[in-house]
């Protein structure tokens, strides 16, 4: 029930919707629950709704610290 | 796809994962709760159990809606769908879960009940507006990710003046289930061991860091609150063992790409002005608990199913052979089940763990891993 997705968002509509892109698929989803999404933005969908905006500063902090860990001793 | 792939990388698992062992000191044992199920699926879907060093134990832990939902609950949703008039929208998730006398909606339908299957809220109201002369009812269950996504449609539904929708409102609360395990009479007799929780990534996303605090303040428990990635997961397991070998507890944020330690104010605000406490509610597994359920306010009791079809509470006792009760404690695995895989599969299941996609004998059977601990143990 808590699956969510990160999708971008592709078009804002004037109905507090928005057409994303997830993975090739593009569907409408309801901004009801979230402020300031612009087109380009990541957000977190979940059963028709935008949760949240993804982070992609944070997002990549947590990829160089996935990197970091590379060099561990084995 | 971006934000996917990255984080499912085989190379940087590989690192994750040495870094995991070697955070794991030889002398202890750590018994970590995954407490959603959709984590349970991502470690058993990438094979993350097999990458734990031996005195790393993994306890699966009760986040999954579908599977603590009690079967009166969803006797009355199906019991509902046969009133002439009426029309019951609902999660796809619910649809095959034995009911009363094993019988579930998806049978339900087959029998002539009306119930539509839906993906989201908007699609149950724009059911609603489109089919006048029916009456709709939306079966609205899960935990806080949820939950603000059905307050949406009861406030567009006010707003629009929709008549002929309503609301089975069973939204539940992650801080009660987790007060519940910690307090449990199994956790105090040591038959349940949590060390420390990976806690779920996108409840946080609403409810933010912290309803956590006090878990980790009071019972000393410390939390990392995880993405749904193995990347994520092969990290936040790590950072909790980093905790406890210092002693510490605390809540951390491994998921900082999409939780915020506010959380969603505005989804907050929204649950705060359409949803009140239940004064208790009945959960499978963990029994009936106080204020760890939500209901729609006075002001919007018209939208209430409850009300609107005086619908009466039903208790009705899980199969005898099914053990989802303490699967869904973290007391049993659901290896340990006598009819799982057996009596109880997908295709004729006895208890909702094994039919919901976020059950944890559904991982276990999808992923092959009762295969692979029968072989253990043999």
């Known amino acids: 029930m808590c699956l969510a997705l990160p999708a971008k968002v592709t078009t804002l509509n004037d109905d507090g919707t928005a057409t994303v892109d997830l993975g090739g698929v593009r569907q409408r989803i309801s901004l009801a629950l979230v402020d300031g999404v612009g087109v380009g933005d990541f957000v977190v969908i979940h059963v028709g709704y935008a949760l949240s905006r993804l982070d992609a500063q944070e997002a990549e902090r947590t990829l160089a610290l996935f990197a970091s860990q590379q060099g561990g001793a084995p | ?378």
């Open chain 2, 1 to 378: 796809m971006k934000y996917v792939d990255e984080f499912r990388d085989g190379e940087a698992a590989k690192g994750l994962t040495r870094a995991l062992q070697a955070a794991a000191l030889p002398h202890r044992e750590y018994h970590l709760m995954e407490f959603c199920g959709g984590h349970t699926h991502s470690l058993c879907r990438y094979g993350l159990l097999d990458l734990l060093p031996p005195n790393v134990k993994m306890v699966h832990g009760p986040g999954c809606p579908v599977c603590v939902l009690p079967i009166g609950r969803l006797a009355q949703a199906i019991r509902l769908a046969f009133r002439p008039g009426v029309t019951l929208c609902t999660y796809g998730d619910l649809m095959r879960v034995p009911g009363k006398d094993r019988l579930s909606l998806l049978q339900a339908k087959a029998q002539g009940a009306h119930v539509k299957m839906v993906f989201s809220s908007q699609d149950a109201l724009a059911y609603a507006r489109a089919h006048p002369n029916e009456e709709v009812v939306f079966f609205a269950i899960g935990f806080e990710t949820t939950t603000p996504t059905t307050c949406a449609a009861v406030q567009q539904a006010k707003a629009l003046g929709v008549k002929n929708l309503s609301f089975l409102i069973n939204h539940v609360l992650t801080p009660s289930a987790i007060d519940a395990i910690l307090g449990s009479s199994e956790a105090r007799r040591g038959q349940i061991r949590v060390d420390g929780f990976i806690g779920p990534g996108h409840v946080s996303t609403i409810i933010g860091l912290e309803p956590y605090r006090r878990f980790a303040r009071d019972a000393k428990t410390p939390i990392v609150i995880a993405g749904f990635e193995p990347l994520d997961l092969l990290q936040a397991m790590t950072m909790l063992l980093q905790q406890l070998n210092d002693g510490r507890a605390e809540v951390e944020n491994q998921y900082t790409r999409a939780v915020q330690s506010e959380g969603n104010r505005k989804a907050q605000a929204l649950v705060e002005a359409t949803l009140e406490l239940r004064d208790e509610f009945a959960w499978r597994g963990l029994g009936t608990l106080p204020k760890s359920a939500l209901k729609l306010r006075p002001e919007l009791r018209e939208f209430d199913a409850e009300l609107r079809f005086d619908l009466a509470d039903e208790h009705v006792p899980d199969h005898k052979a099914c053990a989802c009760g303490d699967i869904l404690k973290g007391l049993k695995r659901p290896t340990d089940c006598p009819i799982f895989g057996t009596a109880c599969t997908p295709d004729s299941p006895m208890g909702s763990c094994m039919v919901s996609p976020e059950g944890s004998c559904a991982a276990y059977w999808q992923y092959g891993r009762h295969r692979q601990e029968q072989r253990r143990s043999a």
